[in-house]
């Protein structure tokens, strides 16, 4: 969230609100603005307002750039409001280039917006502000602020007094142009459409609450008002309204879920991938896919002989065209051929397969495994020209390093392996699905980082000539298949 303060003020006095957002999960960003605090430029003075808009504009436009991913949100304050109003409308000034207002804004937060002024709205001051604008700009004036009209606290009252960073003045330029911009945001906010939350206290005697009553009426996109009963000019400063940040922190949340299930996130395409067919060719096709499925056994002897590079890539394609976990592909992987590679991962596979069958194993698990003539010797991880090792990703990792959540990965893993095994065995290789346990080894030999979790190992190639196989079979459909 960007945050714009007032005039006078400084963006130091927004600690309390910053923190209290930060501590609801929001990034926050304030600035001095130019003639304010510790930023640079005449004190209180604005040649063109337009200025106020590019420096918010380019603040906005690195936190843009720092989370591309996160929705941003504008919050401005009483003058800092009408500078996010100028931002939120679609247009500006002409007299500065100004390219209407920046893109990627989910919402703005309008708080004591000085829509309907009280101090630089004084007649007599108006008069001469606009007499002496083109004379004398840099003329200035007292905003005559008064420190109690912001807060009930005495301490923020007594901390405001003492503030050296307060500017007590401004120039008849920057109140000419604060009138300005008062005027545009009456004449274009009805052109708003981006979700506005309005914040005022309703006792605010700087800057009237029926300003933003005004603006909540008028403008085009969703709006929250909420005038805090009593409130003087800086709700987000007086412990008196500490929802003031819960409050923001419940719109957000309320923009960012509409935001989510918004219709102009989903741009759907016409389905032109799918055939249909006879039923007969149906039936046709699904029996002869059955009976090429029939013929794949797992082989446990490999020929050394080397398997095309393209048939390899073409099944893994296959593999990643599989269903998963909101689209997240939460998958890698690591096609091995290196014999050097190959004998580090056989001696870290039969180190822990010795301790397995030796130790670990139950005497039920040794018993189901008898019948598969397997033991701890995996000569296979070296004989067979390409190893497989899938890696299902637990989260995924954002460029600045911070968790992306995964959905359904063992589920989307366990899929896109079927259809990889699936694949292999159509295109004429044999494979040995290998799970050594644990697997934890594989990430060091293979270099993969730690938020990727060995799946399992395909073993690939052809079967060596006069292969034995263990005679199994499947259990027939009445078995594993109930019709309703
Ligand atoms: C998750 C999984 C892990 C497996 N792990 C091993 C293994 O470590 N060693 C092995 O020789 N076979 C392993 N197998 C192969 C099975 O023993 C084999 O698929 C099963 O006996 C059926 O034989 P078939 O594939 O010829 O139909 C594994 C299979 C699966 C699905």
Same mark, same amino acid.
């Not at 504008?74 to 931002?87: D, K, N, R």
């Not at 030796?358 to 000569?379: I, Q, V, Y």
């Not at 934890?440 to 730690?450: A, H, T």
């Given at each position: 969230? +960007?945050?714009?303060?007032?005039?006078?003020?400084?963006?130091?006095r927004?600690?309390?609100?910053?923190?209290?957002?930060?501590?609801?999960?929001?990034?926050?960003?304030?600035?001095?603005?130019?003639?304010?605090?510790?930023?640079?430029?005449?004190?209180?003075?604005?040649?063109?307002?337009?200025?106020?808009?590019?420096?918010?504009?380019?603040?906005?436009?690195?936190? +843009?750039?720092?989370?591309?991913?996160?929705?941003?949100?504008?919050?401005?304050?009483?003058?800092?409001?009408?500078?996010?109003?100028?931002?939120?409308?679609?247009?500006?000034?002409?007299?500065?280039?100004?390219?209407?207002?920046?893109?990627?804004?989910?919402?703005?937060?309008?708080?004591?917006?000085?829509?309907?002024?009280?101090?630089?709205?004084?007649?007599?001051?108006v008069?001469?502000?606009?007499?002496?604008?083109?004379?004398?700009?840099?003329?200035?004036?007292?905003?005559g602020?008064?420190?109690?009209?912001?807060?009930?606290?005495?301490?923020?009252?007594?901390?405001?007094?003492?503030?050296?960073?307060?500017?007590?003045?401004?120039?008849?330029?920057?109140?000419?142009?604060?009138?300005?911009?008062?005027?545009?945001?009456?004449?274009?906010?009805?052109?708003?459409?981006?979700?506005?939350?309005?914040?005022?206290?309703?006792?605010?005697?700087?800057?009237?609450?029926?300003?933003?009553?005004?603006l909540?009426?008028?403008?085009?996109?969703?709006?929250?008002?909420?005038?805090?009963?009593?409130?003087?000019?800086?709700?987000h400063?007086?412990?008196?309204?500490?929802?003031?940040?819960?409050?923001?922190?419940?719109?957000?949340?309320?923009?960012?879920?509409?935001?989510?299930?918004?219709?102009?996130?989903?741009?759907?395409?016409?389905?032109?991938?799918?055939?249909?067919?006879?039923?007969?060719?149906?039936?046709?096709?699904?029996?002869?896919?059955?009976?090429?499925?029939?013929?794949?056994?797992?082989?446990?002897?490999?020929?050394?002989?080397?398997?095309?590079?393209?048939?390899?890539?073409?099944?893994?394609?296959?593999?990643?065209?599989?269903?998963?976990?909101?689209?997240?592909?939460?998958?890698?992987?690591?096609?091995?051929?290196?014999?050097?590679?190959?004998?580090?991962?056989?001696?870290?596979?039969?180190?822990?397969?010795?301790?397995?069958?030796?130790?670990?194993a139950?005497?039920?698990?040794?018993?189901?495994?008898?019948?598969?003539?397997?033991?701890?010797?995996?000569?296979?991880?070296?004989?067979?020209?390409?190893?497989?090792?899938i890696?299902?990703?637990?989260?995924?990792?954002?460029?600045?390093?911070?968790?992306?959540?995964?959905?359904?990965?063992?589920?989307?893993?366990?899929?896109?392996?079927?259809?990889?095994?699936t694949?292999?065995?159509?295109?004429?290789?044999?494979?040995?699905?290998?799970?050594?346990?644990?697997?934890?080894?594989l990430?060091?030999?293979?270099?993969?980082?730690?938020?990727?979790?060995p799946?399992?190992?395909?073993?690939?190639?052809?079967p060596?000539?006069?292969?034995?196989?263990?005679?199994?079979?499947?259990?027939?459909?009445?078995?594993?298949?109930?019709?309703?």
């Amino acid at each position: 969230m +960007l945050i714009l303060h007032g005039v006078g003020e400084h963006s130091g006095r927004y600690a309390a609100l910053g923190c209290a957002l930060a501590a609801g999960g929001i990034m926050v960003r304030a600035f001095d603005q130019r003639g304010h605090g510790r930023s640079d430029g005449p004190r209180g003075h604005v040649s063109t307002w337009g200025h106020y808009l590019l420096d918010a504009r380019e603040q906005l436009e690195g936190l +843009l750039t720092q989370a591309p991913e996160l929705p941003v949100f504008v919050y401005g304050h009483s003058i800092g409001a009408l500078i996010a109003l100028g931002l939120a409308m679609r247009s500006d000034r002409e007299d500065v280039r100004f390219e209407g207002r920046p893109r990627g804004v989910a919402g703005w937060i309008i708080s004591g917006a000085g829509i309907e002024p009280t101090g630089i709205a004084r007649p007599h001051l108006v008069a001469t502000a606009k007499l002496l604008s083109r004379i004398a700009p840099r003329v200035s004036l007292d905003l005559g602020i008064d420190a109690e009209a912001l807060s009930h606290d005495d301490a923020v009252i007594a901390a405001y007094r003492d503030d050296p960073l307060i500017g007590r003045r401004a120039t008849v330029r920057w109140g000419t142009e604060a009138l300005a911009a008062i005027r545009a945001i009456k004449a274009g906010a009805s052109g708003i459409e981006d979700p506005l939350l309005v914040l005022h206290g309703s006792a605010d005697t700087l800057a009237r609450p029926r300003g933003s009553r005004w603006l909540a009426a008028e403008t085009a996109g969703e709006v929250r008002l909420e005038v805090y009963d009593g409130a003087r000019h800086e709700p987000h400063n007086d412990p008196e309204y500490a929802d003031v940040a819960s409050d923001i922190l419940s719109w957000i949340q309320h923009v960012v879920k509409t935001m989510r299930r918004s219709p102009d996130r989903y741009r759907p395409i016409p389905l032109s991938t799918y055939r249909r067919y006879s039923e007969e060719e149906m039936v046709e096709r699904a029996s002869a896919f059955r009976d090429d499925m029939r013929r794949r056994r797992t082989v446990r002897h490999f020929s050394a002989e080397a398997v095309p590079e393209a048939v390899i890539d073409a099944c893994v394609e296959a593999a990643a065209t599989a269903p998963n976990g909101a689209n997240m592909q939460p998958w890698h992987f690591v096609v091995v051929r290196d014999p050097a590679v190959k004998s580090r991962i056989r001696a870290a596979a039969e180190k822990e397969e010795i301790d397995f069958y030796e130790h670990r194993a139950p005497p039920e698990w040794l018993d189901a495994l008898a019948r598969l003539g397997t033991d701890e010797h995996k000569a296979f991880l070296e004989q067979a020209p390409v190893l497989i090792v899938i890696f299902g990703e637990s989260y995924g990792l954002s460029e600045d390093g911070s968790k992306i959540k995964n959905y359904y990965v063992t589920e989307s893993v366990g899929i896109a392996t079927g259809i990889l095994i699936t694949g292999l065995h159509r295109s004429g290789l044999a494979t040995l699905t290998h799970t050594p346990s644990p697997m934890g080894f594989l990430n060091e030999i293979l270099d993969r980082p730690k938020n990727e979790r060995p799946f399992l190992m395909l073993v690939v190639g052809y079967p060596e000539e006069g292969s034995l196989i263990p005679d199994i079979t499947k259990k027939p459909l009445d078995e594993i298949s109930t019709a309703i």
